[in-house]
Nanobody
């Protein structure tokens, strides 16, 4: 079992920045992928970015490229999402998730563990 706790969300003006954190506990994250997704009411959870815990390789959704950066701190069992140049349309609840098995790393259905999310609100 893996427990995930997100933090760092809040209210920010358009053009501003936020750094989200996801702290994992319960077991090692080696050989897993840790992703960030976001969701607005009435819509499906949307892929943002993912990192390979062991290798450090990353992938980003097109809207995140050049603005968002995912990173990890192995010693702290923590994944970060640095978000810059925020836009009103980035407003959503942001979730981190762990994928242990197989399936598309871009699909929420492939992830086995989820945090409860942290709200990001960007004022225009």
């Amino acid at each position: 079992q893996v427990q995930l706790v997100e933090s760092g969300g809040g209210l920010v003006q358009a053009g501003g920045s936020l750094r989200l954190s996801c702290v994992a506990s319960g077991r090692s994250l080696s050989r897993t992928f840790v992703g960030w997704f976001r969701q607005v009411p009435g819509k499906e959870r949307e892929f943002v970015t993912v990192i390979s815990w062991s290798a450090g390789g990353t992938h980003y959704a097109d809207f995140a490229k050049g603005r968002f950066t995912i990173s990890r701190d192995n010693g702290k069992n923590t994944v970060y999402l640095q978000m810059n140049s925020l836009k009103h349309e980035d407003t959503a609840a942001y979730f981190c998730a762990v994928r242990e098995g197989y399936g598309s790393m871009f699909s929420a259905a492939s992830y086995d563990y989820w945090g409860r999310g942290t709200q990001v609100t960007v004022s225009s």
